[in-house]
């Protein structure tokens, strides 16, 4: 049997790949604070990702490249204090890997070691695999991610769905198989045609997490910020709204000023 989305114990690797047997659909969220990670984790999503998405939504970018592995560690560290139950995974932001496959096990360790997360996450296919392989035999669990990879937007020229063509689109299945064969435990696949998502999670042992990939992957993964209704500019197709946040907060301000320039706030009772 797989994991049962009501155990409260530690979702591990092993956890996500048994899900995977067992057709039990993966939660997957973002989380870049200890508040926020810990609502998360209590309401019982099995992953929690530390996105690069981190520079956009923290740090106001434009784009992910710019966020550090410093900053990275910083959101990693108090993400991971927050969780005692989802698998916690942290991107490897842009240049922390790319150069060389000694500095990305460097990276990756330090990542590991200053962080408490569980795995890290990297964008890329057969030109990276020596460098996950290299991660992977340090003992790191590691998630892929193919199809949109937003490191490399200026490449691709957008944000476009991406292997919609026959080429890129088996290019795309060789990659998922050479991470799979490296022992990556998941592949992010990211705005890329459904039918072409859902052969891949035949074809690999690997768990598929999708975002604006169809119904037919093991899981679905969202920035929280957008998936809660904090944001409002960026409205993907993919993207549902399962909650209005901003509203709520939007109305917990606004009570709470109205109650300061009243003067009913603090109240007597709220006053030493």
Do not use: W
Request: aromatic share 6%; charged share 25%; with cysteine.
């Amino acid at each position: 049997m797989g994991y049962l989305t009501t155990d409260k114990k530690k979702v591990t690797v092993k956890t996500i790949l048994a899900m995977k047997t067992a057709s039990e659909k993966i939660a997957q969220l973002t989380a870049y604070d200890y508040t926020t990670a810990r609502i998360l984790d209590e309401a019982g999503v099995d992953s929690i990702l530390i996105g690069d998405s981190a520079s956009n939504v923290m740090n106001g970018n434009f784009d992910t490249l710019p966020i550090t592995v410093d900053e990275m560690i910083y959101h990693a560290r108090a993400v991971a204090k927050a969780c005692s139950h989802a698998l916690v995974v942290c991107d490897m932001p842009f240049g922390s890997y790319q150069i060389s496959k000694e500095e990305a096990i460097r990276n990756a360790i330090r990542i590991m070691k200053e962080t408490g997360v569980d795995a890290v996450k990297l964008e890329g296919g057969i030109e990276i695999v020596d460098t996950v392989k290299g991660i992977v035999d340090a003992g790191i669990p590691v998630e892929g991610h193919l199809g949109l990879t937003p490191q490399s937007v200026h490449k691709l020229g957008g944000y476009g769905v991406r292997a919609t063509e026959e080429a890129e689109a088996e290019k795309l299945i060789a990659d998922a198989k050479a991470l799979d064969e490296v022992g990556v435990f998941a592949i992010t696949l990211e705005k890329v045609p459904a039918s072409l998502a859902a052969r891949v999670t035949k074809e690999v042992k690997a768990a598929t997490i999708g975002i604006g990939a169809g119904n037919g992957t093991d899981g679905q993964v969202l920035v929280y910020a957008d998936a809660l209704g904090m944001t409002e500019s960026f409205k993907p197709k993919f993207l549902r709204q399962f909650a209005d946040v901003k509203q709520c907060m939007m109305d917990g301000v606004h009570k709470y000023i109205r109650c300061v320039k009243n003067e009913s706030f603090p109240s007597k009772e709220e006053s030493y």
